[in-house]
């Protein structure tokens, strides 16, 4: 059985950051949460795109063997987060990728993932896993990222190899099992139909980052597995006791 050693939140902000740069340039200078936030002593408030790292041991990784490293989510705010934080925690190999939705602040970042695989900087390939409604957006959006052939100019691209999960199966990642958890993040407008964001039950965590209604599905998946439950607060309302036992965020 795979050993989760920790976790690092590399944002925990909205889907633009905080702070808002009309804020920011406002003459009225009224908004306290934004200016505050590019102050040194509230310097913690700047608020990045949501984000994880979840590290963790293989069941057959040698005693003092590197931890494992599996990111969720690759946002715009990617690149600041990991000049930041990853050499302060000794990250550097990526031993997959997954992403919960196709939306910038999940996946505009990927491109800058080509500083491990270019000419194999940190290693060959990534792993990238996603549903399929993602992966259709990811080949929209980043054609380049899919099929190198795409490419233009040097061809400096990512090297990916990307696996679709679905979202009643769990999937294991060197031996780290994580059941998807498919919730509402609003509706698609032209149908008025729900598009789905996907969180993930691993270890005794449920990871939700992005969602305005959990389906009683969802949630029954999650009980009796969660040890702790993070999830987005965005504008949320919770119980007294619900609040004292979840970690929240605040997602798009
Ligand atoms: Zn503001
Ligand atoms: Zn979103």
Known sequence: MATLLEIIFLGTGTSGGVPNVSCLTDPAQSCHVCLSAVTDQSRKNMRKNTSLIVRFRAPDDQP????RNILIDCGKTFYESAIQLFPRYGIRELDAVILTHGHADACYGLDDLRQWTLNGAIQNRIDIYLASETMNTVQTTFPFLVDAINATGGGDVATFKYHIFEDNAPFSIYGLDFMPLPVHHGIYFTTSKPYYCYGFNFAGVSYISDTNRIPQDT???MQGKTDIFIIDCLRGK???????????????
């Open 64 to 67: 003092g063997a590197r931890p």
């Open 219 to 221: 949630k029954t998946r």
């Open 238 to 252: 919770m119980t007294r006791k619900e609040r004292n036992q979840t970690v929240t965020m605040a997602a798009c």
